[in-house]
């Protein structure tokens, strides 16, 4: 890390403490302790003072206070990221969002509602059921809807609904000098110069701090079908990801669990068959369509050889298969005692996802490294989940990373499909960019010229 910033100073905590108020601020170690880690396995880094905002002009006034000093700014939602990319590496102000949590209006004719930054975003579909509406992008964790923007998250529902990015219309933005902006607006088609909204989300925090979002909303499907299907291999598997999407079968969700994942679930208690599964779930408007789209794919999968096939409406059971899905993580840390779980994401092309997951097993067996594979295969996202517990396992670990992440670019995709860049990624961003990673350092000088939001974050460190 070679960027200097000044520390917090006496005067400035005053500062902070009469923009803010003193039950918004601590310098405790307990809560610098807290803010000092995301979910991720990145080493922990403690700011100097935690600040909680509670509104969009609190959130200027820090930003402007921070400026001024030339001390560095790092937004915080929940820490449910896993590459670091809210670790505040150089100190200075912890900003978090998470008081940040009403719904500013629901624009229910519109399909739309604005918020802001820290709701998560499973209250905010409890909210919304009343309504009988959802914000689908659905990352797993509870996190924050600034934190999704900023990372662009994504998750289960990609395939049908998109990412963050596709579900937000207008943004309020605050500025590194303190400045409050508007980009986009609540109408859906707009044309009218820059497109400010999508340079802001996927920036993660180092180039504005979200502070309110309008966000596109859909109705609760009336129709819902969960599927399951083993296979008696990861190839048959995936060979049916690519089948089902050149279908036209319109899923809502796709999902590939190798059969490390399936073992392991069923070792917590969880009735899967152990084999290489896709769990898929469809909505529709109609049951007669729901029946037509659960018979091609039951067909596709049997044609690829499905040991097993299930489908479900019953909600219950629904919810029994997605929650198996969501915590196949905890599960995969409680079978790895001691150990530390390195968690990598890489996304590509539908049609070279087989390749992926093919060289992606050749690269573990190589580095005798035991790997978990999980993912949103619908969209050509694969996660790659590593236990290690010395520095030889881990040495090996980087190894297959990296591996992976330069095979997905040759593929043509990218080396993180929802987690980030943060900390992790930075090292492949020249790969992946080439000379459009310079624009991309322009950009960052031309809004943030002391480099005060979000350091270390996106740009690999000299």
């Known amino acids: 890390m070679t960027q200097r910033f000044a520390a917090v100073s006496p005067a400035l905590l005053a500062d902070l403490t009469a923009s803010v108020g003193a039950d918004n601020l601590s310098t405790t170690g307990a809560d610098l302790a807290l803010h000092a880690q995301d979910a991720g396995f990145h080493p922990a880094h403690a700011a ?48 978090s969002l998470e ?20 709701i998560c975003h499973k209250d905010l579909n409890e909210k919304l059921a009343r309504y009988g509406l959802f ?30 990015k596709d579900n937000v219309l207008r943004m309020q933005v605050a500025l590194p000098d303190g400045r409050l902006i508007y980009t986009g607006s609540r109408s859906v088609k707009q044309s009218a110069g820059y497109n400010l909204t999508q340079l802001f989300v996927g920036s993660e925090g180092t180039l504005g701090i979200i502070t309110e979002a309008t966000l596109k909303l859909v ?32 899923v809502a969700a796709l999902e590939f ?21 896709l769990l898929l779930e469809i909505h529709a408007a109609h049951a007669g369509t729901l029946e037509q789209d659960i018979a091609i794919v ?24 997605w929650n198996a899905r969501h915590h196949a993580y905890e599960t ?65 670990v980087q190894a297959v990373n990296s591996a992976i992440v330069l095979k997905a670019i040759a593929l043509g995709g990218t080396c993180t ?25 322009q950009i960052k000088a031309l809004l943030d010229p002391q480099g005060i939001l979000n350091p270390g974050k996106i740009f690999p460190q000299a």
């Open 135 to 164: 914000f689908p992008p659905d990352p797993g964790a509870n996190a924050t809807i600034g934190g999704m923007l900023a990372n662009n998250a994504a998750g289960i529902r990609t395939v049908k609904y998109g990412a963050s």
């Open 48 to 95: 100097e003072v935690v600040v909680w905002a509670r509104s969009a002009e609190q959130v200027a006034r820090v930003l402007r206070l921070a400026s001024q000093a030339g001390v560095p700014v790092t937004p915080w939602g929940v820490g449910t990221g896993l590459e670091g990319n809210a670790i505040p590496l150089y100190g200075g102000i912890l900003l």
């Open 298 to 321: 039951r067909d596709l999968c049997q044609q690829a050889g499905a040991l097993s096939f299930r489908a479900t409406a019953d909600t219950a059971e629904r919810k029994v298969l």
């Open 219 to 250: 109705p609760v499907p009336q129709f819902m079908s969960a599927m399951i299907a083993g296979f008696a291999t990861v190839e048959a598997a995936i060979e049916t990801v690519v089948a089902v999407r050149g279908s036209g079968v319109d």
């Open 332 to 396: 995969l840390v409680r079978n790895h005692p001691g150990q530390k779980i390195f968690i990598m994401d890489v996304s590509v092309p539908i049609s070279a996802y087989p390749d992926l997951i093919a060289f992606s097993r050749q690269v573990l067996a190589e580095h005798g490294i035991s790997g978990y594979m999980k993912g949103h295969a619908g969209d050509g996202n694969i996660h790659v989940e590593l236990p290690f517990g010395d520095p030889d396992t881990y040495a090996r």
């Open 257 to 277: 669990l190798d059969e490390t994942n399936t073992r392991a679930l069923n070792a917590a208690g969880t009735d899967i068959a152990p084999y290489p599964t």
């Open 417 to 441: 499909g929802e987690h980030g860049v943060g900390i992790g990624k930075a090292a492949y961003m020249a790969a992946e960019h080439g000379a459009a990673l310079a624009v991309m350092q």
């Open 99 to 118: 008081r940040m949590d009403a719904i500013v209006a629901v624009h229910a004719d519109d399909f739309q509602v604005t918020v802001q930054p820290g």
